[in-house]
């Protein structure tokens, strides 16, 4: 049985991938479970990275691969002729990449490869025991593991939430949605090509290999996920919201699914965490489903690793679930809020979603704030103005970047001078011209700032955040 120094993280998906690769990285022993067999398939839900995730993606040196494998859209259109622009964002990234879920899949599985994680598959967790030092982990098709922390990132039907006790409460918010990946004889007008029209909606989506993604959903047509499903209905539903078919034919695979809004009351259960679908399921409206598991994973795999190496009191861990529970609870109400008025009917919301329509398009400010909300570039852990903000990739000199910085896992410490202060491991320095210290925590979050520390006070807070000056 292996020893407890390290984590296991049950979930071959996006979320585990990333939180993988980065404790692999940093050193830490880690073991992948996947009740699949090994392999990535073609078969997926998402196709979205939005402009933070693809930072956090750039702060790991894999941003500009899964670019190159991607197309960007610059413009998301929402319902009633209302169009977000993206192209004006704060960021490296102004715009949604449109990508398949498999393709981050393949760039994360290859970087925790080579960074040292073993991946086992065909492995089912079933049973989870903890105690003051760690966790066991017991299942079908494999040998018991014990390790210091347990990380579920094994989608919505998590085994491990289940193991440990957390509910899942929530509802259905949309049923009977209906997926198919297809072939089409005419190219759409768009990127990404939606609309609605009486009853039914339809989503079109490339892959990039010939096929397109085609989401669809008819609002008199409600019957369980496992009720027949034929191209014929598929077609009838997109004609009806599109006007047109495409000449869709050769499907290689259909499916029907529910779309629940659910979260975990908490993504901690001792030593065990939840991130991922295993922690929020929301409906797919903004594309925000993958970009906010993997965003979890990179708040919390610094601070286990911070944790384990002896860095830092297990207390931080409590702030994974401080900082991480109200942004899915915001992207909850966000994605309902946008499905609903989608979906809307009935005069009073066809009458709401008209007014929120003219406010968006009429006031800027509110257009902005919508759109860094679904981006991702909204969110902040702490009360600010700076502390907890979101770090813009500052260019640092070199003819580098802040983010480029961040690639070795460490903290970042700009000053506008050198400090003895500063001298230590787990911590990368660099000089800049701004106005103000700043000490930004691996995730690319403001951890700390000030005016023209002392030497004392600069070595209090490097000592609280980075640790002590020698690795003990």
């Not at 169009?83 to 004006?88: E, F, I, K, V, Y």
């Not at 065909?122 to 760690?134: C, F, H, N």
């Not at 990039?208 to 019957?223: A, F, K, N, T």
Request: aromatic letters at 6%; a positive charge.
């Amino acid at each position: 049985m292996a020893g407890t120094n390290g984590v296991v993280v049950v979930g071959c998906g996006p979320t585990g991938l990333l939180l993988a690769g980065d404790l692999a990285q940093a050193g830490v022993p880690v073991t992948v479970l996947e009740k699949r067999p090994p392999g990535i398939s073609n078969l997926t839900r998402a196709f979205a990275l939005h402009a933070r995730t693809l930072e956090q993606l750039d702060m790991r040196g894999l941003a500009d691969e899964l670019e190159s494998l991607g197309r960007p859209m610059t413009r998301l259109g929402l319902f009633d002729g209302l169009t977000l622009d993206l192209s004006g964002l704060p960021t490296r990234f102004p715009h949604v990449l449109v990508i398949p879920q498999y393709e981050v899949e393949r760039v994360l599985q290859r970087r925790a490869r080579e960074a040292g994680a073993e991946f086992r598959y065909e492995a089912e967790v079933t049973t989870l025991t903890q105690d003051a030092s760690g966790v066991t982990v017991l299942g079908r098709g494999m040998e018991p593991l014990r390790a210091a922390y347990v990380v579920g990132a094994d989608g919505m039907r998590s085994a491990v939430r289940e193991a440990v006790g957390l509910p899942f409460p929530g509802r259905s918010v949309i049923r009977s949605v209906v997926l198919a990946d297809v072939r089409l004889s005419e190219d759409p007008p768009d990127l990404l090509t939606a609309g609605t029209a009486g009853d039914a909606f339809a989503l079109l989506i490339p892959f990039g290999d010939g096929y397109h993604r085609v989401v669809g959903w008819h609002r008199s047509h409600d019957v369980p996920d496992d009720a027949p499903l034929d191209l014929a209905e598929i077609r009838e539903i997109v004609r009806t919201a599109l006007g047109r078919d495409y000449g869709m034919r050769d499907p290689r695979w259909l499916s029907r699914f529910h779309s629940d809004e659910r979260q975990a009351p908490s993504y901690r259960a001792g030593r065990v965490f939840l991130a991922g679908d295993a922690a929020h399921v929301h409906s797919p409206a903004g594309g925000q489903g993958m970009n906010t598991g993997l965003q979890d994973a990179a708040n919390l795999s610094w601070k286990l690793a911070a944790v384990l190496s002896g860095r830092a009191a297990p207390s931080l861990l409590d702030t994974y679930n401080t900082e991480r529970h109200p942004v899915g609870r915001t992207v909850l109400r966000s994605s309902g809020t946008l499905i609903r008025l989608a979906m809307a009917n009935r005069p009073w919301t066809r009458a709401l979603r008209s007014t929120l329509t003219t406010l968006a398009t009429n006031f800027p400010a509110l257009r902005r704030r919508a759109l860094h909300q679904v981006t991702g570039l909204a969110y902040s852990y702490g009360p600010g103005p700076l502390t907890g903000q979101r770090a813009p990739d500052i260019p640092l000199p070199g003819n580098t970047r802040l983010y480029e910085a961040l690639r070795r896992g460490n903290f970042v410490l700009l000053t506008q001078g050198p400090h003895e202060a500063a001298d230590r491991p787990h911590l990368t320095t660099s000089e800049w011209s701004g106005p103000t210290t700043l000490l930004i925590r691996p995730d690319g979050y403001i951890a700390w700032t000030a005016k023209s520390p002392s030497p004392t006070a600069l070595g209090a807070a490097l000592l609280a955040h980075v640790g002590p000056a020698h690795s003990a």
